[in-house]
């Protein structure tokens, strides 16, 4: 199994910069995919970032060019960097990780989450 766990949320003025970690550890044979999730309250969690172990990147469109995914696959670690950030992005911060299992099934695993609050 996949433990992951998360640091680097707070609260930052808008304009601000803040940067996630989240590492993973336990029993697996590879990460294949890492990445961010967030949910506000009241709304439903949405993809942030994501990123394979290739180095193929997406984002959600809210956050391009101001957020920046990375993974250090030697660490099994993946950042999130948050730059000119947003009233809007205050939201607990889920990491989330794709990895093939010791007996070569899928696993998928999350964080229990970090709150970035964004105040104006």
């Known amino acids: 199994q996949v433990q992951l766990a998360e640091s680097g949320g707070g609260l930052v003025q808008a304009g601000g910069s803040l940067r996630l970690s989240c590492g993973a550890s336990?029993?697996?044979?590879?990460?294949?995919?890492m990445g961010w999730y967030r949910q506000a309250p009241g709304k439903q969690r949405e993809l942030v970032a994501t990123?394979?172990?290739?180095?193929?990147?997406t984002y959600t469109d809210s956050v391009k060019g101001r957020f920046t995914i990375g993974v250090d696959g030697a660490k099994n670690t993946v950042y999130l960097q948050m730059n000119s950030l947003k009233t809007e992005d205050t939201a607990v911060y889920y990491c989330?990780?794709?990895?093939?299992?010791?007996?070569?099934?899928?696993?998928?695993?999350w964080g229990q989450g970090t709150q970035v609050t964004v105040s104006s």
């Open positions: 336990g029993s697996f044979r590879r990460i294949n995919v």
């Open positions: 989330n990780a794709e990895a093939t299992s010791i007996d070569y099934t899928r696993e998928e695993s």
């Open positions: 990123s394979t172990r290739g180095g193929t990147t």
